[in-house]
């Protein structure tokens, strides 16, 4: 019996074979059982199992160009008066319900109830750290924002609000919002499932988001790869004003270098888009993968250093920390 794709109904495209998706150009993401036992046989660091944070109340509306970070890929993004989240996450655990899944290392750096009107959810894939149904839930009832996300991922969110204000497309697909607002599904190395029978059905991406207050980059999750993705992306849209880039979930390289790009990656992805601000997200709040739960900034750091690039030009963001743009 043929597979059937249970999210999607698209008919076939360069990154669609009209069953899964993948990443023209790019390694394979797929891992074998053999290759997950061998990684959980290897040594694994122990992180800390709580971490004190100092959360922040933000602005109601900002008329420049702030983020704020909220943990692991969830940021607040304030842009001339537009409110945006990307892959809110406010769950204790990232799993598929509330006693399944890693547990929160740092709580979120706003608490839920402090959260400004929210106008639009950026949802990059199915990921459970990325997807978390129980936060949609709670911000539509809230706000009911417009969700916008890569394709087959509607499907997931509207079986659980069904009311939910969801718009969909494939990389290239670009929305045109209030106000002169725009965002453009980009392409990600990476790769996607809820289960064990849903691999690279439902699509991956980064986003786009342009407003008169600048251009703002959010990777989602992905690899580097040749880099060329990122590249072409400099070309289509111009120098992001502020690029939101992981740093973590990395190790060990043999199994996660074809889906999550290392700190060292994360630096010449700024570089291949040639982004005047960077911020690191995707570390400290899940463990995830194998490294040190302090690793990240540091080799950050460290990578930087050996471009010659000042440490203020990217920076690892700890929950509840801001930074402010000054555009052009």
Same mark, same amino acid.
């Given at each position: 019996?043929?597979k059937?794709?249970?999210?999607?109904?698209?008919?076939?495209?360069?990154?669609?074979?009209?069953?899964?998706?993948?990443?023209?150009?790019?390694p394979?993401?797929?891992?074998?059982?053999?290759?997950v036992?061998?990684?959980?046989?290897?040594?694994?660091?122990?992180?800390?199992?709580?971490?004190?944070?100092?959360?922040?109340?933000?602005?109601?509306?900002?008329?420049g160009?702030?983020?704020?970070?909220?943990?692991?890929?969830?940021?607040?993004?304030?842009?001339?008066?537009?409110?945006v989240?990307?892959?809110?996450?406010?769950?204790?655990? +990232?799993g598929?319900? @509330?006693? $399944?899944?890693r547990?929160?290392?740092? %709580?979120? *750096?706003?608490?839920?109830?402090? #959260?400004? =009107?929210?106008?639009?959810?950026?949802?990059?894939?199915?990921?459970?750290?990325?997807?978390?149904?129980?936060?949609?839930?709670?911000?539509?009832e809230?706000?009911?924002?417009?969700?916008?996300?890569?394709?087959?991922?509607?499907?997931?969110?509207?079986?659980?609000?069904?009311?939910?204000?969801?718009?969909?497309?494939?990389w290239?697909?670009?929305?045109?919002?209030?106000?002169?607002?725009?965002?453009?599904?980009?392409p990600?190395?990476h790769?996607?499932?809820?289960?064990?029978?849903?691999?690279?059905?439902?699509?991956?991406?980064?986003?786009?988001?342009?407003?008169r207050?600048?251009?703002i980059y959010?990777?989602?999750?992905? +690899?580097?790869?040749? @880099?060329? $993705?990122?590249?072409?992306?400099?070309? %289509?849209? *111009?120098?992001?004003?502020?690029? #939101?880039? =992981?740093?973590?979930?990395?190790?060990?390289?043999?199994?996660?270098?074809?889906?999550?790009?290392?700190?060292?990656?994360?630096?010449?992805?700024?570089?291949?888009?040639?982004a005047?601000?960077?911020?690191?997200?995707?570390?400290?709040?899940?463990?995830?993968?194998?490294?040190?739960?302090?690793?990240?900034?540091?080799?950050?750091?460290?990578?930087?250093?050996?471009?010659?690039?000042?440490?203020?030009?990217?920076?690892?963001?700890?929950?509840?920390?801001?930074?402010?743009?000054?555009?052009?």
């Amino acid at each position: 019996m043929s597979k059937r794709n249970r999210y999607v109904t698209s008919p076939p495209a360069e990154n669609f074979d009209g069953v899964l998706f993948a990443n023209p150009g790019h390694p394979g993401t797929d891992r074998s059982m053999r290759d997950v036992f061998r990684w959980q046989r290897e040594r694994r660091v122990p992180w800390p199992k709580r971490i004190e944070v100092e959360g922040t109340v933000p602005e109601r509306r900002v008329c420049g160009l702030r983020a704020t970070m909220v943990g692991h890929a969830t940021v607040l993004i304030q842009s001339a008066g537009l409110n945006v989240l990307t892959d809110p996450v406010w769950s204790e655990r +990232a799993g598929p319900c @509330g006693y $399944i899944g890693r547990r929160r290392t740092t %709580a979120p *750096g706003i608490a839920f109830a402090n #959260l400004p =009107p929210i106008d639009v959810i950026l949802l990059s894939h199915n990921h459970y750290d990325h997807l978390d149904l129980p936060s949609l839930k709670r911000l539509h009832e809230r706000y009911a924002p417009i969700i916008i996300t890569p394709l087959g991922n509607e499907t997931i969110v509207r079986r659980a609000v069904p009311d939910a204000k969801v718009v969909t497309g494939n990389w290239g697909s670009s929305f045109d919002l209030a106000n002169g607002v725009t965002v453009d599904i980009v392409p990600a190395n990476h790769w996607s499932a809820r289960g064990l029978r849903d691999r690279r059905m439902a699509l991956w991406s980064g986003f786009m988001l342009r407003t008169r207050a600048g251009l703002i980059y959010f990777a989602g999750d992905t +690899a580097y790869g040749t @880099g060329a $993705i990122f590249r072409d992306m400099r070309a %289509a849209y *111009g120098r992001p004003d502020l690029a #939101l880039i =992981p740093i973590g979930a990395y190790a060990p390289r043999w199994f996660m270098a074809p889906q999550h790009v290392d700190p060292a990656e994360a630096v010449l992805i700024m570089r291949s888009l040639e982004a005047r601000k960077a911020a690191g997200i995707h570390w400290g709040t899940f463990r995830l993968t194998d490294e040190p739960w302090d690793e990240p900034p540091r080799l950050l750091a460290r990578a930087l250093t050996s471009h010659g690039m000042s440490p203020a030009c990217f920076e690892a963001l700890w929950p509840g920390q801001a930074v402010n743009v000054a555009t052009e």
